[in-house]
C-alpha cells in the first residue's frame, strides 16, 4: 500500500518563529489533506490540498503531486499551534491513510 | 465544530464486554469512515460506509462490526474486548466517495479495564 512520511517526527520552536513540515508519498493521490490534533485530541482539518498552494491566515500549504510531496508552513508561531500535525492521502478515493504526524511543540 | 457528532465522549468498560459507538455525519455527507487511534498503532482505517453500503474495509479486527443506517449515521461495534483495544475510535464523514474533504468528528475514547 500506500507509504507517507513525514518529517521532522519533533520540532519544538520559541513563539514568533517559523516552520516547515514535509509530507512525502509514495503513489499518486486523489485527495491529500493536512490536519491538526490539539491536546485535547480533536482533529481539526487544515487544507484539502490534492495539488497547488493554499493560504489560511499564518498556515499555507504546497502539494507537487508530480514529485510526491506537500509543505505545511507554519509562520509566527503561537504556544496554540502546539500538537501534532497530521498528513493524509487517498491514492483510491477509499479512505485516507496517515501519516505519523510531527509532534511541534511551540514554546512562550 | 466539524458537524460530525460521535458518542459518547468517553466509555470504560471490563475486558470481554461490548460496546457500540455511534456516528452522525455532517448534514448532507453520505460517505462515513471510522478510524482508530493508539498509542503504538497511529491512525489507523478501519472501515468506509457509503449511502448505506460498505465500500473499504481497513485493518477491522473480526470482533469489530459497523454499519450505515438508512438516516446515515453509522454505528461501530466492538466485541470481546481486550485491553489492546484501548484507544480512540474516530468518525469522520465525507460528500462523496474521493477528491472530497473528510471532517472528523471529536472522537470516542475507549478503556478496556
Known amino acids: 500500500g500506500i507509504q507517507v512520511e513525514q518529517s521532522p517526527p519533533d520540532l519544538i520552536l520559541q513563539e514568533g518563529a517559523n516552520s516547515t513540515l514535509r509530507c512525502n508519498f509514495s503513489?499518486?493521490?486523489?485527495?491529500l489533506q493536512w490536519f491538526h490534533q490539539n491536546p485535547w485530541g480533536q482533529l481539526i482539518n487544515l487544507f484539502y490540498i490534492p495539488s497547488g498552494t493554499k493560504q489560511n491566515g499564518r498556515l499555507s500549504a504546497t502539494t507537487v503531486a508530480t514529485e510526491r510531496y506537500s509543505l505545511l508552513y507554519i509562520s509566527s508561531s503561537q504556544t496554540t499551534d502546539s500538537g501534532v500535525y497530521f498528513c493524509?492521502?487517498?491514492?483510491?478515493?477509499?479512505?485516507?491513510?496517515f501519516g505519523a504526524g510531527t509532534r511541534l511543540t511551540v514554546k512562550p | 465544530d466539524s458537524g460530525v457528532t460521535q458518542t459518547p465522549k468517553h466509555l470504560i468498560t471490563a475486558t470481554g464486554q461490548r460496546v457500540t459507538l455511534r456516528c452522525s455525519p455532517r448534514?448532507?455527507?453520505?460517505?462515513v469512515y471510522w478510524y482508530q487511534q493508539s498509542l503504538d498503532q497511529g491512525l489507523q482505517f478501519l472501515i468506509q460506509?457509503?449511502?448505506?453500503?460498505?465500500?473499504a474495509k481497513g485493518n477491522i479486527l473480526e470482533r469489530f462490526s459497523a454499519q450505515q443506517f438508512p438516516d446515515l449515521h453509522s454505528e461501530l461495534n466492538l466485541s470481546s474486548l481486550e485491553l489492546g483495544d484501548s484507544a480512540l475510535y474516530f468518525c469522520?464523514?465525507?460528500?462523496?466517495?474521493?477528491?472530497?474533504?473528510?471532517?472528523f468528528g471529536e472522537g470516542s475514547w475507549l478503556t478496556v479495564v
Open positions: 460506509y457509503y449511502n448505506g453500503e460498505e465500500r
Open positions: 503513489d499518486s493521490v486523489n485527495n
Open positions: 469522520a464523514s465525507s460528500v462523496g466517495v474521493g477528491g472530497n474533504t473528510i471532517y
Open positions: 493524509a492521502v487517498d491514492p483510491n478515493n477509499n479512505d485516507m491513510r
Open positions: 448534514s448532507g455527507d453520505l460517505s
